[in-house]
């Protein structure tokens, strides 16, 4: 009789972990499905977006190239750059590309502003910050910044540099 209430006890207890082990396996098949429908229609949907802008940024660059500007030189620079360690001098051709003819005419106008602006801030370059696109690429941010403050409507899209050498003395 004490057998058999041992094995009574024994068989609840083994039910038990049976079930627990069923529920853990059965949670996992729920965690592992969850992350797979995740992974499928959230992070490919995430994905389409990210092609889409993508495509959509192509389109605007193709449709900005279309609709160029006015091209006007403003002129070259030779300028020393601010190094400590060496005498460095920047040459570097400015031209920007203007919105239409009433911006030009101003651009004109305001030349010698324009142009005072633009040596200033080379002026204050270091070879070390020009010598990467990325360095080049604020360059021309700033310079069209400077450009579009002196202008009373602004109307400069785009800074290109046709001419840009760093040379050490």
Known sequence: MAEETKEQ???PKGGKKKLLILLVVLLLLIGGG???AYKF???DKQKEKQEENKAEKIQEEIRNVENIGIMFEVGTFVVNLADK???RYLKVTVILEIENEQVKQEVEKRLPQIKDSITTLLLTKTSREL???EGV???KEEILRRVNAILPLG???NVYFTDFV???A
């Open 41 to 43: 229609l959230v992070l």
């Open 9 to 11: 006890e024994e068989q």
């Open 137 to 139: 690429e604020r360059l």
């Open 85 to 87: 360690d060496a005498d």
């Open 155 to 157: 109307g400069v899209k």
């Open 166 to 168: 760093i040379q050490t």
């Open 34 to 36: 969850g992350g797979a």
């Open 131 to 133: 010598r990467t696109a």
